[in-house]
């Protein structure tokens, strides 16, 4: 009898662990808000060239929602090769905000390496970014604007030129005064990283357009550094999820 006591008490105790670890993991679950975001850029927003096919935009995003509770579900549209003004992008963006819903993220990560080997005209490059942010918002969505990683081409040919795309990308978004605008410029972070260890620098860039594995999970790590910072000290921002990414925080 002592023996069947014990058993019984064995597994009352193992069940009620068992429910414990239930509702525990269901409230666990529940806390976990989604957020659904759409990536639009060239290669290195597609991660090409990432042995783990994610990306330093993908990497950082994911990141982020690990710490704060947010689970990022993400659609990649990142086109290897594509300039600002590709025609792909252009025809298929309606269709991807259509498919994103709205109270998404749309998170334009583009490089300008492409504009400049192309020869687009900074006016053009402007044109493009501008319709896209706005096209967002009037779908009901956010916005976060990436900048590029690194790249040879980045610390040598183009430095000056590709800075001033990245500027002039940052400064069309200010020029919107929206509160659902985010801006995560990692751009000269890097710079200066580099700056200051040119001699390393090599060791995280694959080609003179893309990052390695290195410089993809470093790109990824300053993103989310800089993500904590813009959620985390921005203005209160009334959209659903400008409020969700907000509260995270908090």
């Known amino acids: 009898m002592a023996i069947k006591s014990l058993r019984a008490g064995v597994m009352v105790a193992a069940l009620l662990l068992g429910l414990m670890a239930f509702y525990l993991g269901s409230a666990h679950a529940a806390h976990i808000r989604t957020v659904r975001a759409i990536i639009i850029g060239g290669s290195a927003a597609s991660g090409w060239n990432d042995p783990l096919g994610h990306g330093y935009v993908e990497r950082g995003l994911m990141a982020y929602g690990q710490a ?72 009901g969505d956010d916005v976060l604007i990436v900048a590029p990683p690194l790249t040879r081409l980045s610390v040598g040919k183009w430095r000056n030129e590709e800075a001033r795309l990245v500027r002039l990308e940052y400064s069309i978004a200010e020029g919107f005064h929206s ?72």
Not at 103 to 123: E, K, T, Y
């Open 68 to 139: 704060e509770g947010l689970h990022f579900v993400i659609t990649n549209y990142g086109i290897p090769g594509a300039p600002t003004v590709d025609a792909r992008v252009a025809a298929n963006y309606g269709h991807w905000l259509s498919r994103l819903g709205r109270h998404g993220l749309v998170v334009l990560a583009w490089g300008m390496l492409n504009d400049l080997r192309l020869h687009v005209q900074p006016a053009a490059t402007a044109a493009a970014i501008h319709a896209e942010i706005a096209l967002a918002l009037q779908h």
């Open 179 to 250: 509160q659902r605008i985010h801006l995560a410029n990692t751009y000269f972070t890097e710079m200066h990283l580099w700056t200051q260890q040119h001699a390393r620098a090599f060791r995280f860039m694959y080609n003179g357009y893309d990052p390695n594995l290195r410089g993809y999970k470093l790109a990824g790590t300053l993103l989310t550094t800089a993500l904590e910072r813009t959620w985390s000290t921005g203005p209160a921002v009334p959209a659903t999820l400008g409020a969700m990414l907000r509260s995270a925080r908090r």
